[in-house]
């Protein structure tokens, strides 16, 4: 048993070495630790606690179970070194740190490949928002909505009537197709109210600027809550 238990003792003193910062004491189902979960390896674990071959630099929760975090500390190293040549831990802890910088060179290659990305998803999220911007019937679209807020806001108790909604936009004035497009989108977006025409169509005055919607034709327009 003694031999055993100094033997888990050296193991986990050289792995210890070679990750300075901390390491598990104990493994399990998600990382590697130090010792197994096995009587014996509790007992060699428990051992480097009460020398101070280890001491606790930390915990990691795991579920409703609590690990500890430890690392090697000055008097573990000098035990490792008094039964392990010294040659041999140097070379245990130059093979980590390669095996580290290995890591850290694939991870920042990963970084740089993930920030590519995002650069290239930002340009061509940008893109497609210009072109949005840009789109005929967009800007239109916008200034209608500017027109019944102004309409609504100036104290307005009725609809805004069609032909007034279509000379109250900015100069040069968009064709009747697009007004109507414009207006269709707006219904469809749910973001106004097109309201019908409800006396005789003799009496419809500039009828060339009323709008056909479903079976009603449309005549003026609001915004929607």
Same mark, same amino acid.
């Given at each position: 048993m003694a031999d055993k238990t100094s033997q888990l003792v050296l193991q986990a003193l050289g792995r210890a070495a070679q990750d300075p910062a901390g390491v598990l004491l104990f493994s399990n189902k998600a990382s590697p630790g130090l010792f197994a979960a096995t009587a014996v390896a509790r007992h060699a674990a428990q051992r480097c606690k009460e %020398? !101070? $071959?280890?001491? *606790? *630099? #930390?915990?990691?929760?795991?579920? %409703?179970?609590?690990?500890? *975090?430890v690392a090697i500390t000055a008097k573990g190293l000098d035990h490792l070194l008094s039964q392990v040549h010294p040659r041999q831990v $140097? !070379?245990?802890?130059?093979? +980590?740190?390669? #095996?580290?910088?290995? &890591?850290?060179?694939?991870? =920042?290659?990963?970084? %740089?490949?993930? &920030?590519? /990305?995002? /650069?290239?998803?930002? #340009?061509?999220?940008?893109s497609v928002l210009e072109r949005v911007a840009n789109a005929p019937g967009e800007g239109l679209s916008a200034a209608l909505v500017q027109v019944l807020v102004d309409w609504h806001a100036a104290g307005a108790a009725k609809d805004c009537p069609l032909p007034q909604l279509y000379r109250a936009l900015t100069a040069p004035l968009p064709s009747l197709g697009a007004f109507h497009d414009a207006l269709r989108q707006l219904h469809h977006q749910e973001? =106004?109210?097109?309201?019908?025409?409800? #006396?005789?169509?003799? /009496?419809?005055? !500039?009828? %060339?600027? +009323?709008?056909? *919607?479903?079976h009603e034709i449309a005549y003026y327009a609001s915004l929607r809550p």
């Open positions: %020398q !101070e $071959l280890l001491r *606790v *630099v #930390g915990t990691e929760a795991r579920g %409703q179970t609590v690990h500890e *975090v $140097l !070379e245990d802890m130059v093979r +980590a740190l390669e #095996g580290r910088e290995r &890591q850290f060179r694939e991870l =920042v290659a990963a970084a %740089q490949h993930v &920030q590519a /990305d995002v /650069d290239a998803m930002k #340009g061509l999220a940008r973001r =106004v109210y097109l309201h019908p025409w409800t #006396g005789p169509l003799y /009496d419809l005055p !500039e009828p %060339q600027l +009323a709008l056909l *919607v479903g």
